[in-house]
């Protein structure tokens, strides 16, 4: 295969990522290439699942195609879900990854998806050697204090219907993507109250 | 007064925070004669509200001595402690100083308690100045992220017994400083409950 041809496709491969660091901090040249080098790749099928609650994560995941979910099972073997990441978004359970703890939250595909991914310690490593890359994954870790508080605090002061419509705000299309019954347990509710409030809005 | 004693008021007046710092960070002699020469000092009575519910929130907060508190109100208007914030602890919502957006938490002291901060354009200058501080915040980021998921998913999954025994962990010694029925509002029980719990226990 030419250079040139490998170029293409190695642009191709990370224009999404490159795009969202550049969101938080400019690389250079080398630096980009050292961050490429460092990143892995793995398509996955639907409903694999990528960190089980309990585990140590390893891996802070990066969406290139498809949807992942983070979720729980409270006791009664029921499952929340408290985030969907189609593509452009990161997954991981921060405080087990930062701390090398053993998860709360598991994660998993909704769809055929692939994602680009950092190891912990290869993560650690970059960090000394590009330490700018602390300023992208603090914003990025402030980002996700944001939406997770604002999880918690629409779920305790917001009504279904509320719930609903930033639900479709803050994922476009995505609701014609996955099941509906995912909706309802990011939601809440039960997928038939789901339909209903859907029925109420056409 | 002689350099001598300036040097030895200042060594005490920081000594706190700049180990706090050292935890995660070497800073050399000129970072961390600016990081001091950044810093602000206030003495806040019991009581003072630091930071509103629905303001921007626009300090980080270091308590040098005495406690914080950081809560929400609901729409009963009954009051939910999220966290302390005793001596070497940072208290802020993270979500609104890092997106200047309004706050959902409020910030107020228990105690008379004396704090150093940062405005949030120092900090945003400082990261500029320092790099190596955004790994600082970033791991404060991380660890404050993990608290918080531990306080939400401990309030679903664990006994008001189990909380308590937390929270005594958590804070050694705090209990005996601070009202009854500010530890019952972060353990989310009320304060006749709690009574029960520390009889049986002892």
């Not at 790749?41 to 983070?70: E, Q, S």
């Not at 000394?128 to 300023?135: H, Q």
Request: charged fraction near 20%; hydrophobic fraction near 45%; charge should be positive.
């Amino acid at each position: 295969m030419s250079l040139y041809i490998l170029s293409l496709l190695k642009t191709k491969m990370y224009r999404l990522i490159l795009k969202n660091f550049s969101m938080h901090i400019v690389l250079d040249a080398a630096e980009t290439e050292l961050v490429v080098s460092r990143l892995q790749y793995k398509t996955v099928k639907k409903n694999t699942v990528l960190l089980d609650a309990g585990a140590i994560a390893k891996n802070i995941y990066f969406v290139k195609k498809g949807c992942l979910r983070i979720f729980n099972s409270d006791q009664e073997g029921l499952e929340h879900n408290i985030l969907f990441c189609p593509e452009n978004w990161w997954a991981v359970d921060i405080a087990s990854f930062s701390g090398q703890t053993p998860a709360f939250y598991s994660i998993a595909a909704l769809e055929d998806t692939e994602v680009l991914y950092f190891s912990y310690p290869t993560l650690e490593q970059l960090y000394i050697e590009i330490p700018k890359l602390e300023r992208f994954f603090r914003i990025l870790t402030q980002n996700g204090f944001y939406l997770y508080q604002l999880r918690v605090t629409s779920n305790l002061s917001k009504s279904a219907e509320e719930r609903y419509a930033l639900f479709q705000k803050q994922y476009p299309q995505l609701e014609l993507r996955i099941a509906q019954k995912q909706i309802a347990s990011y939601l809440g509710i039960t997928p038939v109250f789901l339909s209903m409030i859907r029925k109420r809005k056409t």
